[in-house]
C-alpha cells in the first residue's frame, strides 16, 4: 500500500469518527420532531449514518474498484435502505 493511499484511508477513518461524534452530538439536540422545521435529529442521524456506510462500502469493502453492476446494486441498495427508514419516520 502506498503512502498516498494510506493517508486517503486515514483520512476516511477521521471522518468515519466524525460522523460519530455528529450523530452523538445530534442525539442530544432534541426529540421533538423536526424542532425548527428542518430534518428531525433521527433522520439527520440517518443521513449521517447512510455517509458513513456509503464510505465503508467504497474504501473499506473497496466497492470503488468492483465492477461497475456490482457498485450499482450496492449503492441502489443503501439509497433505497435509506428511502424506506427516512419514509417510515416521517
Known amino acids: 500500500m502506498t503512502a ?3 493517508n486517503r484511508i ?4 477521521m471522518v468515519l469518527v466524525l ?3 455528529a450523530s452523538w452530538l445530534i442525539s442530544g439536540w432534541s426529540t421533538d420532531p423536526a424542532p425548527s422545521g428542518g430534518l428531525s435529529p433521527d433522520s439527520l442521524i440517518l443521513v449521517v449514518a447512510g455517509v458513513k456506510i456509503w464510505l ?3 474504501w473499506f ?3 470503488r474498484e468492483a ?3 456490482v ?3 450496492a449503492r441502489l441498495w443503501l439509497i433505497s ?3 424506506v427508514l427516512l419514509a417510515v419516520r416521517a
Open 61 to 63: 469493502m473497496e466497492l
Open 67 to 69: 465492477a461497475v453492476p
Open 71 to 73: 457498485r450499482f446494486v
Open 4 to 6: 498516498a493511499a494510506r
Open 19 to 21: 460522523g460519530t461524534v
Open 56 to 58: 465503508v462500502m467504497d
Open 10 to 13: 486515514v483520512l476516511v477513518w
Open 81 to 83: 435502505l435509506l428511502v
